[in-house]
C-alpha cells in the first residue's frame, strides 16, 4: 500500500471533516478484501471503505471523488441511496454525482482482470449479459425487459 496516498486520503477526509462536522466520527479504511467496487460507506460502523486496488493504481482525482462519493452517503444517510438527497451532497462535496466509476478507473480493478464468470440469457428475447456473481435472488428472477425466464451460463 502507498502510505503516501492514504495519509493523503486521510488530511482529505481530516478537511470534510472541518467543513461538515457530522463527519467527526466517521473513520476512514483501506480495505483490502474489496474487489468489484471503488467504496462502499458502512453507516452502523461509522467507516468509510474504499478498495486498496484503487487506493494504490488509481488515478488520484478518481480516488478522491471515491472518497467524496462515500462521505456524500454518510452524510445524506442510509436511505439516500444515489437518489437525489445524495446527489444534493455529492455536489457539495465536489464528488461526481454518479452511480459509478469511469470505464478507465475499473480497468484497473481486480474483477475486470478476473473477467466476467456468468453468461445470462434470456430465453424469450435471446439477449445475453455478463455477469461477475450471480445474486441469490436473481437466479429464477424473469427478463425485466420482456419477462422470459433467464438462463445462467457458469463460464469458470
Not at 51 to 69: I, M, Q, S
Request: charged share 30%.
Amino acid at each position: 500500500m502507498n502510505h503516501v496516498r492514504e495519509a493523503a486520503l486521510r488530511r482529505q477526509l481530516d478537511t470534510l471533516r472541518q467543513e461538515w462536522p457530522n463527519l467527526r466520527a466517521w473513520r476512514l479504511v483501506i480495505n483490502n478484501r474489496m474487489r468489484s467496487c471503488f467504496g462502499r460507506c458502512h453507516y452502523n460502523k461509522r467507516e468509510l471503505h474504499l478498495a486498496a486496488w484503487h487506493v494504490k493504481r488509481g488515478e488520484w482525482a478518481d480516488v478522491l471523488d471515491t472518497l467524496r462519493h462515500e462521505a456524500a452517503h454518510a452524510l445524506a444517510g442510509p436511505k439516500a441511496g444515489h437518489k437525489q438527497t445524495w446527489r444534493i451532497w455529492a455536489q457539495r462535496l465536489g464528488a461526481e454525482a454518479s452511480r459509478c466509476g469511469s470505464r478507465q478507473a475499473w480497468a484497473k480493478s481486480p474483477a475486470a482482470k478476473d473477467g466476467p464468470k456468468w453468461i445470462v440469457t434470456c430465453r424469450k428475447c435471446g439477449i445475453s449479459v455478463s455477469r461477475r456473481r450471480r445474486l441469490p435472488g436473481r437466479a429464477k428472477a424473469g427478463h425485466r425487459g420482456c419477462g422470459g425466464r433467464l438462463e445462467w451460463l457458469l463460464l469458470r
